[in-house]
């Protein structure tokens, strides 16, 4: 299994540039989250999903978008990037239970936004 | 706001020596999680302490919960160059779904 996946690695975009990053995982994970990682902040939760077809806003929402189409895959879009989306943006998923189970993480992207 | 805050921020140890780490959280939960972040990997899960419980081990990692205190520990024995790395707690508030919410990290150095 590759377990969770995020494409891309690394991406520079200018002002007002728009752009996706997926996340794929092949662990049949009901629930996924994007979260972003900015230095000295821990990790922050964007939005997040419970299922196909579902999405809901987390605690730094604003400026993302995001869709859940397939189980597996799970999309974050930045419509008009801004320098404050300069980030470490993680994916991760787990299974439905009580309680939740540990959150699987992809490797991360790296966004620069000049 | 942040859920969990770990204290210390940063941490130096010589190798062999046990490294503690703290976590204190605002609202009632019902498990707390620790996860360790290598230099620009993504996080992996370490161990998951029930809010009914009060101490959990997993070889070398020991942690401990204080609900009262609404704190929690991580200690790391005879530590190794290997676990320099930054460590997350995350808890399970269960305010408005699912979610999981991460303090900001403790960052262990530990020298060989």
């Known amino acids: 299994n590759a377990g969770v996946t995020q494409t891309p690695k690394f991406r520079v975009l200018k002002t007002g540039q728009s752009m996706t990053l997926l996340c794929a995982q092949d662990?049949?994970?009901?629930?996924m989250y994007w979260y972003r990682q900015d230095p000295g902040m821990g990790l922050r939760l964007i939005h997040y999903?419970?299922?196909?077809?579902?999405?809901a806003k987390g605690e730094v929402p604003d400026g993302y978008n995001v869709s859940r189409l397939k189980k597996q895959n799970f999309l974050l879009g930045l419509e008009s990037a801004a320098p404050s989306q300069t980030s470490v943006y993680f994916c991760?998923?787990?299974?439905?239970?009580?309680?939740?189970?540990?959150?699987?993480f992809g490797p991360g992207t790296r966004l620069t936004v000049t | 706001s942040q859920q969990g805050e770990e204290d210390p921020q940063a941490l130096s140890i010589q190798e062999g020596e046990n490294a503690t780490m703290n976590c204190s959280y605002k609202?009632?939960?019902?498990?707390l999680q620790w996860y360790r972040q290598n230099s620009g990997r993504g996080l992996v899960h370490l161990i998951l302490?029930?809010?009914?419980?009060r101490e959990k081990h997993s070889g070398r990692l020991r942690v401990t919960l204080d609900t009262s205190k609404k704190s929690s520990s991580l200690l790391i024995t005879a530590s190794r160059a290997a676990d320099t790395a930054s460590y997350f707690c995350?808890?399970?508030?269960?305010?408005?779904?699912?979610?999981?919410?991460f303090g900001a990290g403790t960052r262990l150095f530990v020298k060989a």
């Open positions: 999903s419970v299922g196909e077809g579902t999405t």
């Open positions: 609202t009632s939960i019902n498990n």
């Open positions: 991760a998923s787990n299974w439905l239970g009580e309680p939740p189970s540990e959150q699987y």
């Open positions: 662990m049949n994970h009901e629930y």
């Open positions: 995350a808890t399970d508030a269960r305010a408005g779904g699912f979610k999981t919410i």
């Open positions: 302490i029930r809010s009914n419980e």
